[in-house]
């Protein structure tokens, strides 16, 4: 298979998943979405793994590394950004001490 026909395949699969999410999220309740949200975080964890093996590979290709060390950074502040999203929504159902 050439280069091309490569590139073709790719963007479709990226065409297809960008339509399948928002058809996905648009039907998603917004009393979930948060929850849902926050479950989804678990799983970007290991797109932190798969940033940190690409930071850390140990070809001479800088571009890999740059983009590893990017992808390390923006993944972190992903799952730091969702722990506190819900530690936010946990807290507005706790009961407040001076209500009964």
């Given amino acids: ?3 091309t026909m490569v590139g073709i395949y790719l963007g479709f699969i990226l065409l297809l998943s ?3 999410g928002f058809e996905l999220i648009s039907k998603v309740p917004s009393t979930l979405h948060t929850p849902l949200m926050s479950g989804s975080n678990a799983i970007s964890g290991i797109t932190l793994v798969g940033a940190l ?5 140990e ?10 060390s990017l992808a390390v950074v923006f993944a972190t502040i992903n799952v730091v950004g969702g722990y506190f999203v819900t530690d936010r929504m946990l807290a507005m159902f706790k009961k407040k001490e001076g209500h009964k």
């Fill in 18 to 20: 960008i339509f399948l």
């Fill in 59 to 68: 070809l001479d290709q800088r571009v890999t590394v740059i983009l590893g």
């Fill in 53 to 57: 093996l690409s930071a850390g590979t």
């Fill in 1 to 3: 298979m050439d280069e």
